[in-house]
T-cell receptor, first 111, second 114 residues
Framework: TQLLEQSPQFLSIQEGENLTVYCNSS?????LQWYRQEPGEGPVLLVT?????EVKKLKRLTFQFGDARKDSSLHITAAQPGDTGLYLC???????????FGTGTRLKVLA | DTGVSQDPRHKITKRGQNVTFRCDPI?????LYWYRQTLGQGPEFLTY????????KSRLLSDRFSAERPKGSFSTLEIQRTEQGDSAMYLC????????????FGPGTRLLVL
């Protein structure tokens, strides 16, 4: 059973636009991760957030962990075609580094 | 080291046949995970090993599925009597002792059961 819901499921935007994707759960997570996956490849880890309210930045990507550690968001500024891919959040609710993945947000950035 | 490798990358089989997939983790990584990913979904956890010990199996892993990691290095995932519902991408990941939160994924094995 998937415990993490991501929204939106699909997003198609023009190059240069900003976007935010969300990851929500009814469970508290000890840590939460964001991955990007390209077709035919495995997911690649972007960031791990651990502390409630934590904000991390990775170039044009900003990740936030909710205060209650039940939700997270990923904001991309000035999206580029190279940002196209499947964005996945994954939460560890047991503290054992066994991650449960969300349903994913498929992003397409048009040139 | 070139990362996690999986073999084969693609497998087409007929319903009822057995298949086996192999995963070679990054050298010295003590944990190895198997996931299944169907189209349009995120990866679903199947099982994981710490060294050669299989520590947890998902309820998704029916009796037809078995995984081994006999020497704590590479791992195999076998599916017996395949069904069409087994068609999916099977992903392997590994992590090192000092940074267990960071999993490195392989490219996956895409299985199609006809």
């Amino acid at each position: 059973t998937q415990l993490l819901e991501q929204s939106p499921q699909f997003l198609s935007i023009q190059e240069g636009e900003n976007l935010t994707v969300y990851c929500n759960s009814s469970s508290v997570f000890s840590s939460l991760q964001w991955y990007r996956q390209e077709p035919g490849e495995g997911p690649v880890l972007l960031v791990t957030v651990v502390t409630g309210g934590e904000v991390k930045k990775l170039k044009r990507l900003t990740f936030q962990f909710g205060d209650a550690r039940k939700d997270s968001s990923l904001h991309i500024t000035a999206a580029q075609p190279g940002d196209t891919g499947l964005y996945l959040c994954a939460g560890d609710y047991s503290g054992t580094y066994k991650y449960i993945f969300g349903t994913g947000t498929r992003l397409k950035v048009l040139a | 080291d070139t990362g996690v490798s999986q073999d084969p990358r693609h497998k087409i089989t007929k319903r009822g046949q057995n298949v086996t997939f192999r995963c070679d983790p990054i050298s010295e990584h003590n944990r190895l995970y198997w996931y299944r990913q169907t189209l349009g979904q995120g990866p679903e956890f199947l099982t994981y090993f710490q060294n050669e010990a299989q520590l947890e199996k998902s309820r998704l892993l029916s009796d037809r599925f078995s995984a081994e990691r006999p020497k704590g290095s590479f791992s195999t995932l076998e599916i017996q009597r395949t069904e069409q519902g087994d068609s999916a991408m099977y992903l392997c990941a590994s992590s090192e002792r000092s940074r267990q939160e960071t999993q490195y994924f392989g490219p996956g094995t895409r299985l199609l059961v006809l």
